[in-house]
């Protein structure tokens, strides 16, 4: 299959999915990208798309998404909520440009989400483009099997995201609660701030209910777009 060219206007939307705090309070928000039924990529998963996007497409994605956020940005300030973007190779290599960096830091409210199968995630990499320093970043799909703790030695992530397929296996396993808690008081002790993805049910949410865990986040809770962000406010934690 070619790559992916993104022509504007194609039917690409971007919503954003809440991560919740234990009490209820809205944290960040993660921008993802969906297609309406009218796009030439409508039969496509968003995973999909991106599998085969070229590289030109992902970084106008990012971009696209930076601008839309930038309209609002006010309202990520007055209610203190983050804004996160998922980055991978291709996209890293926009964030090394001064003026984009500079855009970045005057919005102050925007953080980076690097998958662990990324090749340039590693904190040689990051810290070898002075531009990169700037940004907070967050390592997406922890237990994915691919980097693992080796992707958090002397690195710059603080906030950590599990891998939805790692939640699901846990709880179907013998002992599974006991070492889902003994991982987040691991990373509790050592300052990370984990976010569980894969929150679809209340007993996804009860399971974790003791445990010491930063945010959720998952299909449990609607997707809004970015001119409703106002419900995620007001959303039902359960």
Known sequence: MGGFFREKNNGIN?????????????LAVECLS?????????????????????SETRVEILLDQVNLIEKYKYWFHKNQVIATLNVDD?????LANS??????????????????????????????????????FWLDDFGAGYAGFSALYNSPFRFVKLDRFLL???????????????????FYLNHYK?????????????????????????????????????????AKYF
Request: glycine fraction near 4%.
């Open 34 to 54: 969906r297609f309406t039924f009218n796009s030439e990529y409508a039969h496509f998963s968003p995973e999909q798309f991106f599998r085969y996007a070229d």
């Open 99 to 136: 003026r984009f960096a500079e855009k970045i830091n005057a919005m102050r409210c925007i953080h980076f989400e690097i998958s662990e199968n990324a090749t340039r995630l590693t904190e040689q990499y990051i810290h070898s483009v002075p531009t990169l320093d700037h940004y907070s």
């Open 194 to 234: 984990v976010i569980i993805e894969g929150i679809e049910t209340l007993e996804h949410k009860k399971w974790l209910d003791e445990m010491p865990y930063y945010a959720l986040q998952g299909k449990l809770w609607k997707e809004s777009r970015i001119t409703d962000l106002n419900s995620l406010l007001a």
């Open 90 to 94: 291709d996209s890293l290599r926009e």
């Open 168 to 186: 699901w296996e846990l709880m179907k396993k013998s002992g599974g609660e006991s070492l889902m808690h003994a991982l987040l008081h691991f």
């Open 14 to 26: 971007y919503v954003f999915q809440p991560m919740f705090a234990k009490s209820g309070q809205l």
